[in-house]
C-alpha cells in the first residue's frame, strides 16, 4: 500500500510543523593534521563566520581517532565524534586537496560515522556544506568527492561551495582569513547554509521517509 502523500496530507503536515527557535546546531570537521593547516584555519573561519550569524558551532579534532577498522566503537574519538554528529543539524567538510582527492583524515572521519545507530540517524535529513583548500590552482576535485559523500550520508548537500586556491597565500599569522572573494565565497556558503539549516532542520523525518524501508510496516 501506497503512504498517504496527497496534495493535502503533504501541505497539512508543513504546516503542522512547529519551526524551532533555538540556534542552528553545526558541526565542523576537517582534513588534516598538521599544526599549520590551511584547512583546519578556513574550518575555523567558517566556524567563526556561523557564529556571527547565531549558529551554535562545534569543531571535531580528528587528531587521535583511529583508522576505521569496524570495532574499536567504544574508543573516546570515536564516541565523541558520534556524539556530535547525533548532536548536529548541519554539518560542514572541509578537506584539502590531496593527489587530485579528499584526504585519508576527513574520509576517516565520515567512514566512522554510521547511518544509523539503532533508531538514531546521525547524518540522514541533515544540511550539509563543503569546502576544499588546494595548494595549486583552483580546482574542485575534493568538493566533487565530499558531494559524493554527502549523498552517501543522505545529506542535504546546499548547491554553494567553496574551494581556495593557493592557500598558503590566503591566511593572516594569527590564522584568520585575509580579506579577499575566497572568503566572501566562505561567507555566501556559510549563509546558505545557515538559511537551509533554518527551512529543513524541522522537516527532516518528513524528508527523510523512504516507503521502501517502511514497505513491511505499511502491509
Ligand atoms: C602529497 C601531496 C599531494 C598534493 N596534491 C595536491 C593536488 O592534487 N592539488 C592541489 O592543488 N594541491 C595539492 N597539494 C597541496 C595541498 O593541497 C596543500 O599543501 C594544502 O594546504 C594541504 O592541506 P593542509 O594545509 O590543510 O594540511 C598536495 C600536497 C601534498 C603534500
Same mark, same amino acid.
Given at each position: 500500500?501506497?503512504?498517504?502523500?496527497?496534495?493535502?496530507? =503533504?501541505?497539512?503536515?508543513?504546516?503542522?510543523?512547529?519551526?524551532?527557535?533555538?540556534?542552528?546546531?553545526?558541526?565542523?570537521?576537517?582534513?588534516?593534521?598538521?599544526?599549520? +593547516?590551511? =584547512?583546519?584555519?578556513?574550518?575555523?573561519?567558517?566556524?567563526?563566520?556561523?557564529?556571527?550569524?547565531?549558529?551554535?558551532?562545534?569543531?571535531?579534532?580528528?587528531?587521535?581517532?583511529?583508522?576505521?577498522?569496524?570495532?574499536?566503537?567504544?574508543?573516546?574519538?570515536?564516541?565523541?565524534?558520534?556524539?556530535?554528529?547525533?548532536?548536529?543539524?548541519?554539518?560542514?567538510?572541509? +578537506?584539502?586537496?590531496?593527489?587530485?582527492?579528499? &584526504?585519508?583524515?576527513?574520509?576517516?572521519?565520515?567512514?566512522?560515522?554510521?547511518?544509523?545507530?539503532?533508531?538514531?540517524?546521525?547524518?540522514?535529513?541533515?544540511?550539509?556544506?563543503?569546502?576544499?583548500?588546494?595548494?595549486?590552482?583552483?580546482?574542485?576535485?575534493?568538493?566533487?568527492?565530499?558531494?559524493?559523500?554527502?549523498?552517501?550520508?543522505?545529506?542535504? &548537500?546546499?548547491?554553494?561551495? +567553496?574551494?581556495?586556491?593557493?592557500?598558503?597565500?590566503?591566511?593572516?599569522?594569527?590564522? &584568520?582569513?585575509?580579506?579577499?572573494?575566497?572568503?566572501?565565497?566562505?561567507?555566501?556558503?556559510?549563509?546558505?547554509?545557515?538559511?537551509?539549516?533554518?527551512?529543513?532542520?524541522?522537516? =527532516?523525518?518528513?524528508?527523510?521517509?523512504?516507503?521502501?524501508?517502511?514497505?513491511?510496516?505499511?502491509?
Amino acid at each position: 500500500m501506497l503512504p498517504d502523500h496527497s496534495l493535502h496530507t =503533504s501541505l497539512q503536515k508543513i504546516k503542522e510543523t512547529k519551526l524551532s527557535e533555538h540556534a542552528p546546531r553545526v558541526l565542523v570537521l576537517y582534513g588534516s593534521l598538521r599544526p599549520e +593547516s590551511y =584547512s583546519k584555519k578556513a574550518a575555523f573561519e567558517a566556524a567563526r563566520i556561523l557564529e556571527s550569524f547565531g549558529a551554535d558551532v562545534k569543531i571535531y579534532d580528528p587528531e587521535g581517532l583511529p583508522v576505521f577498522d569496524r570495532q574499536s566503537y567504544e574508543h573516546h574519538k570515536v564516541q565523541e565524534l558520534h556524539e556530535l554528529a547525533q548532536w548536529s543539524e548541519a554539518m560542514v567538510w572541509c +578537506s584539502p586537496e590531496i593527489h587530485g582527492n579528499i &584526504t585519508s583524515v576527513i574520509k576517516n572521519q565520515i567512514d566512522w560515522i554510521p547511518l544509523s545507530i539503532g533508531s538514531v540517524r546521525p547524518t540522514q535529513g541533515r544540511t550539509l556544506a563543503v569546502m576544499q583548500v588546494s595548494g595549486g590552482s583552483q580546482s574542485f576535485n575534493a568538493v566533487n568527492s565530499l558531494r559524493i559523500l554527502g549523498r552517501w550520508m543522505r545529506m542535504y &548537500t546546499i548547491p554553494n561551495q +567553496s574551494s581556495v586556491a593557493m592557500a598558503w597565500k590566503e591566511f593572516n599569522d594569527d590564522g &584568520t582569513m585575509k580579506d579577499s572573494s575566497y572568503r566572501d565565497r566562505i561567507i555566501d556558503v556559510m549563509e546558505e547554509l545557515f538559511h537551509m539549516t533554518l527551512i529543513l532542520r524541522d522537516h =527532516s523525518e518528513f524528508l527523510t521517509h523512504r516507503f521502501s524501508e517502511n514497505k513491511s510496516d505499511a502491509e
